[in-house]
């Protein structure tokens, strides 16, 4: 059974995973703010690339968060879009060194092999040809909490299901991390694993489609 | 009618929506995200439908009244509306985008002309059953039964 970003989160945490939508049609924004709000998720819909760049404080206001300080943790957009496309927004947020890491999500009602092939080479997570189904959602929602991106400030949010069922308290952890002095604390959900650290050994137990995401920030 | 009569009627006029091609398993995927705390999610979605769709079909029948016709802005407009009916599972209108967008992309006027009206129709009468069908469940719901899924 595919479990819901709030499964995977230790319990008793409130920080549920934080998207941001882009799409210019009205109701596909609908649904799939829905389907993320279902998923448990936290979700923020815009109609365009310009809005979403604002949003993160990427078009020259000051900020590198959101208005009210949440942190976005994966940002889903369509690909044709008036104005900026998906893409467009892609090749921003890979190349803006504060938005890098969040993982972007590319949606097209076209399945054109040059199209998704150049997403992905852009650094896209991954290409989901709509309408978007509850099961793609899910899978994402696995996926990205997987792969560790609520690392950083959010620290103590254990993304790797396997590491948090084996870790039982945080003293284990701590003298196993190797470079981060990772101060004691006690076996709450907001402990801090040291961010760094944690990235660090979650990079190298992730799966093998992971390489394809460290190929692209090689590059850039 | 009795409760259970109307239940039975309801679940009919839906199957038969599916079989007949005007709805595809899209429409199922939105009534599966229903739940009682958007106990009026499908209603919404689809009313936002019906109102971009409407706003479209104008901007079309417009464009197509012009002495010189914008093929790109035509194709966009119903690229949007493949994609909006695409979303909520209206499958004879999203079919004839595709059509449509083919003679678009040809900058076949002709094709146009016989394309626009016939989406508009398809489209008056999903909108019409779809329409039947909410106020079935409104019946169903009014006298105190739920909605069968």
């Known amino acids: ?220 | 009618m009795d409760l259970v009569q109307l239940q039975r009627q309801l679940v009919d006029y839906r199957t038969s929506l599916y079989h007949e091609g005007f709805l595809d398993e899209q429409f199922t995927q939105l009534q599966e995200l229903q739940d009682e705390n958007n106990p009026d999610f499908v209603v919404e979605v689809v009313s936002l439908f019906f109102e971009d769709s409407e706003r479209l079909l104008n901007e079309l029948s417009n464009a197509l009244e012009q002495q010189i016709i914008d093929f790109k802005r035509m194709d966009a407009r119903v690229h949007q509306l493949k994609g909006s009916s695409s979303s909520i599972g209206a499958q004879r209108v999203r079919q004839l985008c595709i059509v449509f967008r083919n003679y678009c992309e040809a900058q076949n006027v002709e094709g146009c002309l016989k394309c626009l009206p016939q989406v508009k129709h398809e489209y008056s009468i999903v909108k019409t059953k779809l329409e039947s069908m909410f106020q079935l469940e409104q019946q169903i719901l009014n006298a105190g039964g739920s909605v069968p899924v």
């Open chain 1, 1 to 220: 059974m595919e479990a819901a970003a709030a499964d995977i989160l230790p319990s008793g945490s409130s920080q549920e995973l934080h998207v941001l939508a882009v799409d210019d049609s009205y109701v596909d924004r609908k649904v799939i703010e829905k389907l993320l709000k279902i998923s448990s998720c936290k979700v923020t819909a815009v109609e365009s690339g310009a809005r979403a760049l604002q949003f993160l404080g990427l078009d020259g206001e000051k900020g590198s968060l959101g208005f009210d300080g949440l942190k976005v943790n994966l940002i889903m957009t369509d690909y044709s879009m008036p104005g900026m496309t998906g893409y467009e927004l892609l090749k921003k947020i890979k190349r803006s060194s504060a938005f890098r890491e969040i993982p972007v999500v590319i949606m097209s009602s076209e399945n054109i092999l040059t199209r998704i092939d150049s997403c992905l080479e852009e650094g896209a997570e991954e290409f989901l040809v709509k309408p978007v189904k509850l099961s793609d959602v899910r899978r994402l929602m696995k996926d990205c909490v997987m792969r560790g991106e609520t690392e950083g400030n959010n620290a103590g949010r254990r993304v790797d299901k396997r590491k948090f069922e084996d870790d039982n308290h945080t003293s284990s952890l701590s003298s196993s991390s190797s470079s981060t002095p990772s101060p004691p604390s006690s076996p709450s959900t907001t402990a801090p694993f040291g961010g760094d650290v944690a990235t660090s050994e979650l990079v190298s137990s992730l799966p093998p489609h992971s390489s394809k995401r460290a190929k692209f920030h090689d590059g850039d």
